[in-house]
């Protein structure tokens, strides 16, 4: 059992980082001008779009003016989310 926990721990975990990977690239693409039929950049845009649109619509205070600060929003928010998360799940198998 205790197994089972540490990998869906680390599943889990795995999960978390690559998101915020993802998010952190979408940022830094955000940056310059992207070519909006690149594939890449559709991915991106396709994997953060939703969640980022549902921050922004639930706390419109982040967007000033040009700046759109959800993103940095999002990713303090995964990262508490995967320490909870992480914590929870390692103290289970104590």
Do not use: E, K
């Amino acid at each position: 059992m205790n197994v089972l926990i540490v990998a869906i721990a680390r599943i889990i975990d795995l999960a978390f980082s690559i998101y915020i990977f993802i998010i952190v690239a979408r940022a830094l693409v955000s940056w310059v001008n992207p070519d909006p039929y690149n594939s890449i950049v559709r991915f991106l845009h396709s994997a953060t779009d939703p969640v980022l649109y549902r921050l922004r619509r639930l706390l419109p205070f982040l967007q000033a003016g040009t700046f759109d600060f959800s993103p940095i929003a999002l990713l303090i928010l995964l990262s508490v989310l995967q320490q909870m998360i992480a914590s929870f799940l390692y103290q289970l198998l104590q």
